[in-house]
Nanobody, 123 residues
Framework: VQLQASGGGLVQAGGSLRLSCAAS????????MGWFRQAPGKEREFVAA????????YYEDSVKGRVTISRDNAKNTVYLQMNSLKPEDTAVYYC?????????????????WGQGTLVTVSS
């Protein structure tokens, strides 16, 4: 399984970005796909996840209402739409795949990881 994250960049506070995670090399119908982030000097933390089949979504409390995770089955791609961005959202964002349909928010429960894409929010 390979995951390719993209879409990061520099944005002003209050702006929006959409991250993409292209998945390949597997059958993802039984997967949970997640987004994590790691801010400078901090541990990696859960942001959001989606169950590939059915589309059930899960969000960390700190991003609820500002972030939407979705997937495009035809493109095998997962998206993270981020709105009303804040400087504290600055981080490297990673997409990850868990080879189970059971949701988890702990990073070691995820089996595959993309390379990360940097999001910088200026104040």
């Amino acid at each position: 399984v390979q995951l390719q994250a993209s879409g990061g960049g520099l944005v002003q506070a209050g702006g929006s970005l959409r991250l993409s995670c292209a998945a390949s090399g597997g059958t993802f119908s039984r997967y949970v796909m997640g987004w994590f982030r790691q801010a400078p000097g901090k541990e990696r933390e859960f942001v959001a996840a989606i169950r590939w089949t059915g589309g059930t979504t899960y969000y960390e409390d700190s991003v609820k209402g500002r972030v939407t995770i979705s997937r495009d089955n035809a493109k095998n791609t997962v998206y993270l739409q981020m709105n009303s961005l804040k400087p504290e959202d600055t981080a490297v964002y990673y997409c990850a795949a868990r080879g189970s349909s059971w949701f988890r928010k702990v990073e070691h429960e995820y089996d595959y990881w993309g390379q990360g894409t940097l999001v910088t929010v200026s104040s």
